[in-house]
């Protein structure tokens, strides 16, 4: 079982906040966008516009469930929650919801690639909020705000584990 799993949009810093979490724990730190790079053999943004959404979703789903079998801090992919089968999943784990405001959001993804938030990113933040929003809520124990800095988000996420029993 993982120690705790992250989800939320992109550019809330999960992965950042994963491995940050791991080295104050003395943990792994797991990132499911880079099991299903090394399972497929190449890099995620590349395989999702190679083969699609609906067959990168199955391949993130296998990751989910293999990252979800270690003791390690985990940070998903943004889109993880629109499968069922992975929501269902994450109900049963410690996760938490990673949220920043749309401004903050879209300063951090800015410069990285992003196939799913089109040619114009603040736009594809608010379409994916719109579409997301309803699962994250459901799939996590808890709302975050991952603003900051990252010493700060890595307490407030502290101090939620710590109020709340696994």
Not at 90 to 108: G, M, Q
Not at 139 to 146: C, I, L, P, Y
Request: hydrophobic share 40%; glycine share 8%.
């Amino acid at each position: 079982m993982a120690r705790i799993v992250l989800v939320g949009l992109p550019g809330v810093g999960k992965s950042t906040l994963a491995r940050a979490l791991a080295d104050a724990w003395d943990c792994a730190m797991i990132d499911t966008d880079d099991v299903v790079a090394i399972n497929v053999g190449v890099p995620v943004a590349q395989y999702l516009r190679e083969h699609g959404e609906a067959v990168f979703r199955e391949r993130e789903l296998d990751a989910l469930r293999e990252a979800l079998s270690a003791d390690a801090v985990v940070a998903t992919g943004a889109g993880v929650v629109v499968t069922s089968a992975a929501r269902e999943l994450l109900t049963k784990e410690p996760t938490y919801w990673l949220d920043s405001d749309d401004e903050t959001l879209l300063e951090r993804v800015s410069d990285g690639e992003r196939p799913l938030l089109g040619e114009d990113h603040g736009q594809g933040i608010a379409i994916l909020r719109l579409q997301r929003e309803a699962w994250y809520r459901s799939s996590a124990r808890r709302q975050v705000d991952s603003s900051g800095t990252i010493d700060d988000v890595v307490r407030r996420i502290q101090k939620e584990v710590g109020s709340v029993t696994p």
